[in-house]
């Protein structure tokens, strides 16, 4: 049996994510999908942002994103027209929050799978009955159905099933030891965030090595981005940096945290000693208010203080500055637009990238719920067809505007002007920078 598994290429509305770093990354997602079936299976997979991917297969599995939903349905269909017989899988955090949506609107895609992928795709492959394949959404009787839950930890992955891979020195290379955000399952889940699954799983540090190892040796790797959502889950850093062997002592990594986290006592510092070169700190906004309202428990000089103690340690950050948060208001977008140009000012060796975005009501949280049940969005939304509970893809463009203009006292025009001025900065000033999916400019 062959089966394909394909990043498609990004949307051409999202381009502008591509540009964070200058090489592309191969899907580690779905090569711990490959590595899971591999015995059972020819698995080959493809990255569509480097190659066009070959459709004859068994089974075609697609990653399903946000930036890539159109793609992924254009190849699923394409696939079906050559050969009917092929099976169109669709996965993935977009797909996982849209399953019945997906499958109802397009006949062409067979299965989705909602969560973990390796269950799911292992069950397919062995042909188990539809009802015992975990984590799926499939079609009965004219109607939808879909099974159990089953959460898996990363499996270990090679590359040697992708057709054709880039990473150059300066891309850090992904692998996935965590999965699930501990901040969301210790204090719920930030309000703008589509994470699908609350629960955490990390692999033992001694697998981390292992992992690790093989991409060393295997293809001279040594600059790694762990993926998982929040990297300092407990004492998992300390544990990492015991468990280090000593010829592995030249990794460097890059990893997601929040600003709660590095304000404790000696988390820089172990970060510092397990080699992290950068982070990407949640924060952001700087504005109390908002920051109440959020739940959340930084503020401006907690993040100075992060930073202070980074430049000391040499660890870079990658900081991500959101307008249009539920009760912003000029004056407040202003004085987040101000407080990022000065971190520029104080610390510009230690800052490695600024994002600027609009929030974007994104499907799976809970302010895509405040938009589609709010009477004004809908009515300001929902013309010519358009359906915000049917619909599986949706203008986020328009959809931002709406949310801005329906829960916040601030004028859409200006948030984009900031968004946009800070981009330009960020870039002429040789940051890295992006735009959340791309959206606001
Ligand atoms: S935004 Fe980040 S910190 Fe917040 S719940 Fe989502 S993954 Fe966790």
Same mark, same amino acid.
């Given at each position: 049996?062959?089966?394909?598994?394909?990043?498609?290429?990004?949307?051409?509305?999202?381009?502008?994510?591509?540009?964070?770093?200058?090489?592309?990354?191969?899907?580690?997602?779905?090569?711990?999908?490959?590595?899971?079936?591999?015995?059972?299976?020819?698995?080959?997979?493809?990255?569509?942002?480097?190659?066009?991917?070959?459709?004859?297969?068994?089974?075609?599995?697609?990653?399903?994103?946000?930036?890539?939903?159109?793609?992924?349905?254009?190849?699923?269909?394409?696939?079906?027209?050559?050969?009917?017989?092929?099976?169109?899988?669709?996965?993935?955090?977009?797909?996982?929050?849209?399953?019945?949506?997906?499958?109802?609107?397009?006949?062409?895609?067979?299965?989705?799978?909602?969560?973990?992928?390796?269950?799911?795709?292992?069950? @397919?492959?062995?042909?188990?009955?539809? *009802?015992?394949?975990?984590? +799926?959404?499939? $079609? %009965?009787?004219?109607?939808?159905?879909? /099974?159990?839950?089953?959460?898996?930890?990363?499996?270990?992955?090679?590359?040697?099933?992708?057709?054709?891979?880039?990473?150059?020195?300066?891309?850090?290379?992904?692998?996935?030891?965590?999965?699930?955000?501990?901040?969301?399952?210790?204090?719920?889940?930030?309000?703008?965030?589509?994470?699908?699954?609350?629960?955490?799983?990390?692999?033992?540090?001694?697998?981390?090595?292992?992992?690790?190892?093989?991409?060393?040796?295997?293809?001279?790797?040594?600059?790694?981005?762990?993926?998982?959502?929040?990297?300092?889950?407990?004492?998992?850093?300390?544990?990492?940096?015991?468990?280090?062997?000593?010829?592995?002592?030249?990794?460097?990594?890059?990893?997601?945290?929040?600003?709660?986290? @590095?304000?404790?006592?000696?988390?820089? *510092?172990?970060?510092?000693? +397990?080699?992290? $070169? %950068?982070?990407?700190?949640?924060?952001? /906004?700087?504005?109390?208010?908002?920051?109440?309202?959020?739940?959340?428990?930084?503020?401006?000089?907690?993040?100075?203080?992060?930073?202070?103690?980074?430049?000391?340690?040499?660890?870079?950050?990658?900081?991500?500055?959101?307008?249009?948060?539920?009760?912003?208001?000029?004056?407040?977008?202003?004085?987040?637009?101000?407080?990022?140009?000065?971190?520029?000012?104080?610390?510009?060796?230690?800052?490695?990238?600024?994002?600027?975005?609009?929030?974007?009501?994104?499907?799976?949280?809970?302010?895509?719920?405040?938009?589609?049940?709010?009477?004004?969005?809908?009515?300001?939304?929902?013309?010519?067809?358009?359906?915000?509970?049917?619909?599986?893809?949706?203008?986020?463009?328009?959809?931002?505007?709406?949310?801005?203009?329906?829960?916040?006292?601030?004028?859409?025009?200006?948030?984009?002007?900031?968004?946009?001025?800070?981009?330009?900065?960020?870039?002429?000033?040789?940051?890295?920078?992006?735009?959340?999916?791309?959206?606001?400019?």
């Amino acid at each position: 049996m062959k089966v394909h598994l394909i990043r498609p290429k990004t949307d051409e509305l999202y381009a502008p994510v591509k540009q964070v770093y200058s090489s592309f990354p191969p899907p580690v997602g779905l090569s711990c999908i490959g590595s899971e079936i591999r015995d059972r299976a020819e698995v080959s997979i493809y990255d569509g942002n480097i190659r066009e991917p070959t459709l004859e297969a068994d089974i075609i599995g697609l990653q399903d994103w946000v930036t890539t939903h159109k793609e992924a349905l254009a190849l699923a269909k394409r696939a079906k027209q050559q050969n009917p017989n092929c099976v169109t899988v669709l996965g993935g955090i977009n797909a996982s929050h849209l399953a019945p949506r997906i499958l109802t609107n397009h006949p062409f895609v067979d299965y989705v799978v909602s969560g973990h992928g390796e269950p799911a795709m292992v069950g @397919l492959v062995e042909g188990r009955p539809l *009802d015992e394949v975990p984590n +799926l959404y499939y $079609r %009965e009787g004219g109607s939808v159905k879909s /099974t159990k839950q089953k959460l898996v930890k990363s499996p270990f992955f090679d590359l040697e099933q992708v057709v054709e891979w880039e990473c150059d020195e300066e891309t850090p290379f992904p692998i996935s030891a965590i999965r699930g955000c501990i901040k969301s399952a210790k204090e719920g889940i930030c309000r703008y965030c589509s994470l699908f699954n609350e629960r955490v799983n990390i692999i033992s540090p001694e697998d981390f090595w292992t992992q690790i190892r093989t991409l060393k040796d295997k293809y001279g790797l040594t600059y790694f981005f762990e993926t998982g959502d929040e990297f300092n889950v407990g004492t998992y850093p300390q544990r990492l940096l015991d468990a280090r062997p000593e010829d592995l002592g030249d990794i460097t990594l890059r990893i997601y945290t929040y600003p709660e986290i @590095l304000a404790q006592k000696g988390v820089i *510092d172990t970060l510092a000693r +397990l080699q992290v $070169r %950068e982070l990407y700190m949640g924060i952001e /906004t700087v504005n109390q208010g908002l920051l109440t309202n959020a739940g959340r428990q930084y503020n401006a000089g907690a993040v100075e203080g992060i930073l202070e103690q980074m430049s000391l340690v040499g660890i870079r950050a990658m900081m991500p500055f959101m307008f249009g948060l539920p009760g912003e208001t000029n004056d407040t977008a202003q004085e987040n637009f101000d407080f990022s140009q000065r971190l520029l000012e104080r610390y510009p060796e230690t800052i490695k990238m600024m994002q600027y975005s609009l929030v974007v009501p994104i499907i799976g949280s809970e302010y895509f719920v405040m938009a589609s049940t709010a009477k004004k969005v809908r009515e300001a939304y929902e013309q010519n067809g358009k359906s915000l509970s049917r619909d599986d893809d949706f203008d986020y463009q328009k959809l931002t505007e709406f949310f801005i203009e329906t829960f916040t006292e601030a004028d859409t025009e200006f948030l984009k002007s900031l968004v946009i001025r800070g981009k330009k900065i960020a870039k002429e000033k040789g940051y890295l920078t992006s735009t959340f999916i791309g959206v606001g400019e």
